[in-house]
């Protein structure tokens, strides 16, 4: 069974549209997150989140919105797409917040034409 | 926040030598260091992992060492063979609870020459 599952494997879409990735996570860990790794490889966290807290990265732009039903799912929406948008998003868990290794999915490829 | 800086970009070295990628971090408060591999196309994992209060820590080809003084780790490689090839990342975290995230260093392409 897959640890973190996200889906769709790759998205492509239009600018101005709206989009989202679903992640699950069957690890029974308390905190999910979501990446972005852009063109140059360089992995940066745009949200983490527990059944305490919300973290946002100050320069995630507000287009992007996590929303999580349950603390197995925590889904990316993306409102007003953008070119700038296109790169491989991750989602990850771990067993308690950043101290503890994190658990990847295998990556969702946005392509923004 | 925390800034974590990785060298070198990219790294070549013959099958068998040795390879050594280089971290900094700027939070002394960060106490835990992992190293993630990334194979073209596949997700990165986690290779290993140290927090301050251990110096040195090694798993068979793999050791990494911490200078919590000078705020800098290092990966070490040995006996490198081909399936190392990859990008490495360095991480940094000082989160001792809730939803802190992992900052990334920005990784370096580990090229191994047949």
């Known amino acids: 069974d897959t640890a973190v599952s996200q889906t769709p494997k790759y998205l492509v879409t239009q600018m101005g549209n709206d989009k989202s990735i679903k992640c699950e996570q069957n690890?029974?860990?308390?905190?999910m997150y979501w990446y972005k790794q852009d063109s140059k490889k360089f992995l940066k966290i745009m949200f983490s989140?527990?059944?305490?807290?919300?973290?946002i990265n100050e320069t995630v732009p507000n287009r992007f919105s996590p929303k999580s039903p349950d603390k197995a799912h925590l889904n990316l929406h993306i409102n007003s797409l953008e070119l700038g948008d296109s790169a491989v998003y991750f989602c990850?868990?771990?067993?308690?917040?950043?101290?503890?290794?994190?658990?990847f999915g295998n990556g969702t490829r946005l392509t923004v034409t | 926040g925390e800034n974590v800086e990785q060298h070198p970009s990219t790294l070549s070295v013959q099958e068998g030598d040795s390879a050594v990628i280089k971290c900094t971090y700027s939070?002394?408060?960060?106490?835990?260091f992992p190293w993630y591999k990334q194979e073209l196309g596949k997700r990165p994992q986690l290779i290993i992992d140290i927090r301050s209060n251990v110096g040195e820590k090694k798993d068979q080809r793999i050791a990494v060492t911490l200078n919590k003084t000078a705020k800098h780790f290092s990966l070490h490689i040995t006996e490198t063979q081909p399936e190392d090839s990859a990008v490495y990342f360095c991480?940094?975290?000082?989160?001792?609870?809730?939803?802190?995230?992992?900052?990334f260093g920005k990784g370096t392409h580990l090229i191994i020459q047949p």
């Open positions: 939070d002394s408060a960060s106490n835990y």
């Open positions: 989140y527990n059944n305490k807290e919300l973290i």
């Open positions: 991480a940094a975290s000082k989160s001792g609870g809730g939803a802190d995230g992992l900052t």
């Open positions: 690890l029974g860990h308390d905190t």
């Open positions: 990850a868990s771990s067993q308690e917040g950043g101290q503890t290794p994190l658990h």
